[in-house]
């Protein structure tokens, strides 16, 4: 079972790598306390229906940030 403690440690790791990433270019799209999908768009791609790039970072339990490139979400 994972502490108050555990959680926010988690959520801080979450927050600064969101800020590593939106420097980078990317958007938040959605976010829970350990997870997060964020979405990064050309500026043709910000004008058109098209999807940009889209990852997903997670913390793990041992405060591990991962992240992986996910499909583009179909509307």
Wanted: hydrophobic share 35%.
């Amino acid at each position: 079972m994972t502490s108050p403690n555990d959680t926010e440690k988690r959520r801080a790791a979450l927050s600064a790598h969101i800020s590593d990433c939106e420097r980078g270019g990317f958007q938040l799209e959605s976010r829970t306390d350990t997870q997060a999908i964020l979405v990064r768009r050309s500026r043709l791609e910000r004008f058109s229906k098209r999807a940009g790039e889209r990852v997903v970072i997670w913390v793990d339990e041992h405060g591990t940030v991962e992240k992986r490139a996910i499909e583009a979400r179909r509307w």
